[in-house]
């Protein structure tokens, strides 16, 4: 039966206890000591650590022996009683009893225990002593000896008078001795009792004896004894300490003991090779008297004693060769536990490794949404599965090894067999799912490029029908052409589109989400109108390549009268008409004619119904992914921030920055998640309605300007960060391939994303029901955006003591050349010190002008934003701007105080320019409007114009929503002739006009006769549309290149002539430089054309409220004062 390793220890263990016991019982017949009342030994074999109880060794009565009062030669009597000779010692009754007990308890404790047991013969020699002493030295000895006495023989004086008195006095102390005396007169007298061989030369034997060889002997075995005895006590002790250990729990401390035991185990072996060196010495010692005579006769003790020694190295021999098999069985039950150890820590790293790969794998979707999004997922599992892999790898080796170990007799199979198990498994399980996954987005990726094919066919196929021209299919030979060209594309569906549904359905249904069978079922309906909107074209196609089957009376064509004066929408309308006139030429009656065009328009409004929804599709995907990417930044790296296992490898210039690094990337999620996703997805069948979704989302969508604000901080904290342990563990999770600093402009990308994606719906739109609301969101997308753009600027100001919320909202800004002029007492003097341009950034709020500074950028990324250095402020209730300044046509100026300080402003460009001047109108007419309205409710109250104007504050309107804007309007329209009237009529009569003269008008806050119509340059740009442009003669100030054939460009200087109105906010103009025409949009004519000879400024003061107006090719003002006029 096999055994186990454990049950080898156990048994090498018993083994090892025997033999050392055998040791113990040697070492005691070698050292025998015996106690004196119970002649029984004393030693204990049970508990080899408890030291033996008797006579002390040979070395502590060292000088007791060397005395020589009494010897133990060797000798035995005739029963083997062993003899003790106590020689001529005349100080014998002079020494101690403590050391005359210690000798003979030490010479007594030599012999056997057999011979012991048969009881000492003590030869006495007092040959040349005293009766006296004779007695004494009986008597001392029958009180004292501590073993069996068998005789007692003694050597009585031999002079005369000593021997007399000796037999004399003897027979009456006989009784007095209590044990066996027996007096001798001679040797040959003791020699009828002992033999003489037995006894030493001095009393007639032949035996050779040294006392001094004698106590040498004794004390080299007594200390190879010793040495046995320690190193015995010491293995047994090592053997109990191996076979009590308990096995660590983990593979350092394992190694440790391994290690430990190892070198107690070579100091054992030294010990025991020590001791058998020793032992051979005295055995050599022992034989010594052999090998120099071979015929030498060794005593019993001597005997006894190499017997015993002889004895004591073969079981020493026998411990060491126990002790190595015992130790080889306990060395292999560590490394054993080591292996285990180790298997067990790779068990754990692998199975966690296993874990985490597993819990990977369930994340990825085996569902998609695009081909764009299956083909990511696939490219992200391939990746996956590489890394998984390499784990997998690990852990069926891993498998292996513990297979070996098995193999091995390992002692823990039991352990090992079933982790084998759990990884193998696992392992396959992983594989499994792997393939499962890969196999399932494999077919979705067939789907998506099955569908994708079919829409790309579709989506050509309306492109083929839109970019077919009419023109050319009015003809028979046209129309045939068309036709082929038709059967010819559609002899590719076929190749390209889906056949069956239900077929679709079952091949891959283990694919089919619920979004994907949308997507199927939108192809298929995607695949019908297409093939309907192909097949009324054949028809109607056909019919006009249908031969005719009777005469046709010819009819003249109408005459076409082509203007020169016609708009360009008119002359797209003619064109259109003229091809339904060649088609009417044709036909058979005009109703045939009419539903021809309706079929054509109906083709068309599908085509742009196809294009809505390929926007509107585009919109949603990228949304929803947008919303994991954030998901994905949120859990990955924010979350991960907050993780106590991540937090060693944060910096401390990380620590508590996560507002600072993700702004309100939290707050965009939950918005995009919870509402405008949603919201959105609601607008999937009426693409051209998901403008209102904006708009009532607007206000919301303005959390992306904190969000851009904290971008600098951001990305000036990544940068510092950007190469942390943190950050590449977090990436490493999420395997991303790009690092934070991409996913963290996710945001700003998406805010600048709709405003394209409005713009594609806004051009498929054009005549639907949510046309206005996809403009009206587009502008204010574009307003948000504008408005991120000027807080990124404004953030970027220093210097400025005040607070720049106060100054309401920021309308403008950009950088300019400018010139300052200040006029000192009543002459105007030019600071003309400065011949080049102060380089200045200036902002426009609702309340105020800032001209600041631009610094130098520095750094790279977001750190390259400027910094702008505040240098000069202008309230807006206290400016004037006059528009055209220096004769040049990207100059203004901007002034106060009653032009005390000019600042001439020159744009980069008349178009910014033009934008900014009118942009501060609106700024000046809101605030004579808000004063207007002031002084309308003032008017009611007798207050003197004094006391009106020092103690009025005028605040400053906001702006206006749309329909209140409109409803302004249709009340400044109202008042605008009676104002208008009341000033011209109290003005001089040089003034007939403000277009032909030059005008100024000072008014009071309560004679106010101003409101946003009365002069061309403070109304509003819708009011400019209607009011200003009329047939007439112009200047161009700006440049303007030709958007289409039918449109005309002009260059700035060039005189212009508007002839008539069109369509659509189209102006017939005439350049009267190059004598071409074309037409313009109204929308640019503001910006363009200037009256001859004319030119506007306009000014108000929150002191009192007056308007400077002026006329004046070289930008001079007079003043005329109006102060009496009376509203």
Known sequence: ???????????????????????????????????????????????????????????????????????????????????????????????????????????????????????????????????????????????????????????????????????????????????????????????????????????????????????????????????????????????????????????????NLLHTHTLKKDRMKEDLQVALSQGGRLLECINEPLQADPEYSMTYDEVENLATVQRLLGQLDETETAFDDFWERHHTKLEQCLQLRHFEQHFREVRAQLDVTSERLSGFSEVSVSPAHAEHVLRELSGHEDKACDVLDRALTLASEGDRLIENSHYAEDSIRPKCGELRGVCEEISSTLRSKKSLLLRAMELHHALEKASRWCEEGIFLLASQPVDRCQSQDGAEAALQELERYLDTAPLHTLTDRSAICCQYEATLTTQLRDQVEKVFQKQSSVQEMFEKRRISLKKLAAKQTRPVQPVAPRPEVKSPLSSPNEQRKERRYSADNAICKKAESPIHNGGTRHASLSEEEENLAVLRRHVMNELLETERAYVEELLCVLEGYAAEMDNPAMAHLIPSTLLSKKDVLFGNMSEIYQFHKRTFLKELEAYTDCPELVGRCFLERMKDLQIYEAYCQNKPRSESLWRQCSDCAFFQECQKKLEHKLGLDSYLLKPVQRITKYQLLLKELLKYSKGCDGCDDLQEALSSILGILKAVNDSMHLIAITGYEGNLSELGRLLMQGSFSV??????????????????????????????????????????????????????????????????????????????????????????????????????????????????????????????????????????????????????????????????????????????????????????????????????????????????????????????????????????????????????????????????????????????????????????SDGSVSGNLSTSSSCSETYTSFSDIKP
Request: glycine share 6%; proline share 4%.
């Open 1 to 255: 039966m096999k055994m186990s390793l454990l049950e080898l220890i156990q048994e090498g263990q018993e083994v090892l206890s025997g033999l050392l016991h055998n040791l113990f019982v040697s070492i005691s017949l070698l050292t025998r000591h015996t106690d004196i009342r119970s002649r029984q030994p004393t030693w204990r074999t049970d508990d080899i650590l408890q030291r033996e109880v008797g006579p002390l060794c040979a070395a502590e009565i060292g000088s007791g022996l060397q005395k020589q009062f009494a010897i133990l030669p060797g000798g035995r009597g005739t029963n083997g009683s062993p003899i003790i000779v106590f020689p001529e010692f005349p100080a014998f009754g002079e020494l101690e009893e403590e050391e005359v007990q210690n000798v003979l308890g030490y010479l007594t404790s030599i012999p056997s225990v057999a011979a012991s047991g048969v009881g000492f013969i003590l030869v006495i020699d007092r040959r040349l002593d005293r009766w006296a002493a004779v007695r004494a030295t009986l008597l001392r000895i029958a009180g004292s000896f501590p073993g069996n006495l068998h005789l007692v023989l003694v050597l009585r004086p031999t002079t005369l008078l000593q021997r007399t008195l000796s037999d004399f006095l003897f027979k009456f102390s006989k009784d007095e001795f209590k044990m066996k005396v027996v007096m001798l007169s001679s040797v040959t007298e003791l020699h009828a009792y002992i033999d003489p061989r037995q006894l030493t030369t001095e009393l007639g034997g032949t035996q050779e004896y040294c006392h001094d060889s004698w106590i040498s002997h004794r004390t080299a075995i007594e200390a190879f004894a010793l040495m046995v005895k320690t190193t015995a006590q010491t293995l047994q002790a090592f053997g109990t300490e191996l076979a009590e250990t308990e096995l660590p729990n983990d593979a350092e401390a394992t190694t």
């Open 819 to 1100: 010139w300052t002029e200040h006029k000192k007492g009543h002459a105007k003097v030019k600071d003309l010190a400065r011949f080049k341009p102060m380089q200045r950034h200036l902002f426009l709020h609702e309340k105020a002008l800032l001209f600041c500074k631009r610094r130098e950028e520095n750094g790279e990324g977001y750190e390259k934003a400027p910094s702008y250095s505040f240098k000069h402020s202008l309230s807006m209730s206290a400016v004037g701007i006059t528009e055209n300044a220096k004769g040049d046509n990207k100059k203004f100026e901007i002034w106060c105080n009653s032009r005390d300080e000019v600042f001439i402003v020159q744009a980069p460009t008349p178009e910014i320019k033009t934008a900014w001047v009118n942009e501060i109108r609106k700024v000046l007419t809101q605030q004579l409007q808000a004063c207007r309205d002031a002084s309308q409710q003032k008017s009611s109250d007798p207050v003197s114009p004094s006391a009106a104007s020092t103690n009025t504050s005028i605040s400053l309107s906001p702006f206006r929503s749309s329909s209140q804007k409109n409803q302004k309007k249709q009340e400044e329209k109202k008042a605008e002739a009676s104002t208008i009237s009341e000033v011209t009529s109290s003005s001089s009569p040089k003034h007939k006009g403000w277009n032909k003269a030059s005008l100024s008008v000072d008014a009071s806050e309560e004679n106010d006769g101003y409101s946003s119509g009365e002069d061309p340059m403070n109304s509003d740009p819708e009011d400019e549309v209607g009011k200003k442009l009329a047939p007439g003669k112009y200047t161009v100030v700006a440049d303007c290149e030709k958007a289409g054939p039918q449109e005309l460009s002009v260059k700035s200087g060039d005189m212009v002539q508007l002839i008539r109105e069109g369509e659509e906010g189209q102006w017939f103009v005439k350049n009267l430089r190059s004598s071409k025409e074309g037409w313009v949009a109204a929308a640019n004519l503001l910006s363009l054309i200037s009256e001859s000879k004319s030119s506007q400024s306009l000014s108000s």
